[in-house]
């Protein structure tokens, strides 16, 4: 059962256990074996209670989990079409997720029958990212086709479009008001106002002399992820490289790059990479917003404390390695509402603070 993270109320409720407290002491917990061994598992999200997870599966079926009994309760099929990149609508018992054979079209899925609700066909190549709004039921997508489709869940038809060059990654701010759109060939990071989209974007973030600095063997290839912190301050660019940037996200400096050494070979490949598995990123903020929790492409997983001050040329070690032998954070999603988090490469993994390390 996962431990939630509740703040005490007047009536005498649990007491607040933060995350900073237990990070330390993530274990893992629960590995769920696959019943299709040469499977992958390329995307993990949670609902917004917190009770459930959906995972996209190379074997072309989408799993649900079941957070606090620790069981996975449904698989659902999707072999004509395949599936990834599996999000939670603002409904428990709904998710998108991206084809990935017959066609580019995004599918509306109800998990309680397995029935298509709607399909939002508008992309021509495959869909590299999908974001749920966090205000209500706008989703944006990104694809290989250079384009930017704005969505409601509510028409199968697109209401914006922006054409640009690679914009494979996107993300909403936490006030659902602002969109990121980070372009990897081009080493940008683009915000645009979400009521003003088909205008210029209001500023855009140049990190090609970042990557020079830092990922000079990955220039203009290797993001992976786009990301905002809860408190919208800041904005995570991760990569397959030797680390990830976090962007002060109103004036695009760097905050600090969080540095991994790592010799492996990265297990999934980067959108517009046709090299290996697709995921979706191995890096993601905790919901607190001070830590970072990422895969180390072979066995255990980082912590990056973004509250610690980095070095003076700005390179943020790991705070944490959190040991586990055997499953290599291939995808990683923290639990919104406890204290949980999933990684996963052929099975899926959840981690939970050890009880017996706790103060």
Known sequence: MAVQAQTAGASGGPPTIKISDVIATYRPTTKFRSESPESYITSLDFDDTGELLVAACSDETIQLYNCREGKLSKTLPSKKYGAHLARFTHSSSCVLYASTKVDDTIRYLSTHDNQFLRYFKGHTAPVTCLAISPGGDEFISGSLDNTVLLWSLNSAHAHGKLLLHSPYLAAFDPTASVIAIASPSTSTVLLYDLRNYDKAPFTTFDLLELEQRFT??????????????????????ATNGAGHFLLDAFNGNL????????????PRAAPGRQDGVQGQGDVCFTPDGRFIIGGTHEDNMYVWDTQKEPSQDLVLKPEHELDFKGSRGAVVAFNPRHNIFASADKEVVFWLPDPHAVD
Not at 255 to 266: E, G, I, L, Q, V
Request: hydrophobic fraction near 30%; charged fraction near 30%.
């Open 255 to 266: 905050r600090a790059f969080c540095y991994r050494k790592s010799n492996a070979s990265p």
């Open 216 to 237: 000079p063997k990955s220039v203009g290839r290797d993001w992976t992820k786009v990301e905002f912190s809860n408190d919208g301050k800041s904005i995570l660019v």
